[in-house]
């Protein structure tokens, strides 16, 4: 039997509610700080599988793609410094709140099909004071229960229920599930070690995954040559105008920077 990508189905069973799936991605010219923004859609591919589509028609290998690795647990120093200020600016009260944390689970799925997405994550759970030592200590302790596997199996159970239970469940959960939003890490490009080409100009690779009113906050970290770039996309349905992004952009730089001197 074909191979399906049970993940897909749920960017499919959003689109009927307007609920796009479009990744943005583009190259960054931080000499002039302009963006030549691009898209694909996440049902047709995931983060790693979308870059090396990109890529390799400019000659990067980008084979094998990375699998996971459970054991890694990443630093956390990016994303509690832009819960706190989010938390600060936009959040009433001290509720904790939720963050997904996508994983790359490349390797351990069984799935062949590149394109197909092989992401799961896990669900942080934090508060306006957050520190980056408790963002690792609870994610350590996630990874060690395996709950990404957990997440995973939910996310994969299309494969049971079809496309129409999927839509089902959608259309019965959708309006009871909110997080802040996805703090995702799109990896190191281009891979060591392969036949990869010089590097010619400034310009950096960056990507935004989709965002929802559901997941309003979509944040995310890529490394190009060695060079980090962080992007952030906030949903109409929270924040309205480009001016308050670009605030907490900058606050969010501004803290990073303070804190690695």
């Known amino acids: 039997m074909a191979e399906k990508d049970y993940i897909a189905m749920w960017y499919h069973?959003?689109?009927?509610?307007?609920?796009?799936?479009?990744?943005?991605?583009?190259?960054?010219?931080?000499?002039?700080r302009s963006i030549d923004w691009k898209t694909w859609?996440?049902?047709?591919?995931?983060?790693?599988?979308?870059?090396?589509?990109?890529?390799?028609?400019?000659?990067?290998?980008?084979?094998?793609?990375?699998?996971?690795?459970?054991?890694?647990?990443?630093?956390?120093?990016?994303?509690?410094?832009?819960?706190?200020?989010?938390?600060?600016?936009?959040?009433?009260?001290?509720?904790?709140?939720?963050?997904?944390?996508?994983?790359?689970?490349?390797?351990?799925?069984?799935?062949?099909?590149?394109?197909?997405?092989?992401?799961?994550?896990?669900?942080?759970?934090?508060?306006?004071?957050?520190?980056?030592?408790?963002?690792?200590?609870?994610?350590?302790?996630?990874?060690?229960?395996?709950?990404?596997?957990?997440?995973?199996?939910?996310?994969?159970?299309?494969?049971?229920?079809?496309?129409?239970?999927?839509?089902?469940?959608?259309?019965l959960t959708s309006g009871k599930q909110f997080y802040m939003g996805n703090c995702s890490n799109m990896g190191s490009w281009p891979f060591p070690g392969q036949d990869n080409p010089p590097k010619q100009n400034n310009l950096r690779l960056i990507a935004v995954a989709p965002g929802t009113a559901n997941y309003p906050i979509s944040a995310t970290m890529t490394e190009w040559y060695g060079q980090l770039t962080l992007t952030l996309k906030m949903h109409p349905h929270i924040c309205p105008d480009q001016q308050t992004v670009r605030d907490i952009s900058d606050a969010w730089r501004d803290a990073l920077l303070t804190k690695i001197q």
């Not at 302790?141 to 229920?161: E, T």
């Open 41 to 171: 859609q996440n049902a047709d591919a995931d983060g790693m599988a979308g870059f090396a589509n990109i890529l390799r028609p400019m000659g990067y290998p980008c084979s094998p793609l990375p699998v996971c690795n459970e054991t890694k647990v990443p630093g956390s120093l990016v994303y509690s410094s832009l819960s706190n200020i989010i938390a600060e600016r936009m959040v009433k009260g001290d509720k904790p709140f939720y963050w997904f944390y996508p994983m790359n689970v490349r390797g351990a799925t069984g799935i062949k099909t590149e394109s197909f997405n092989q992401v799961s994550g896990v669900y942080m759970l934090t508060d306006p004071v957050s520190t980056p030592e408790s963002w690792q200590s609870q994610m350590r302790q996630r990874f060690k229960a395996k709950q990404h596997w957990a997440n995973w199996k939910l996310a994969n159970i299309g494969k049971y229920v079809g496309y129409a239970g999927v839509k089902l469940i959608y259309r």
């Open 13 to 32: 069973a959003r689109k009927p509610y307007g609920i796009k799936d479009t990744i943005y991605w583009g190259w960054y010219d931080p000499d002039n």
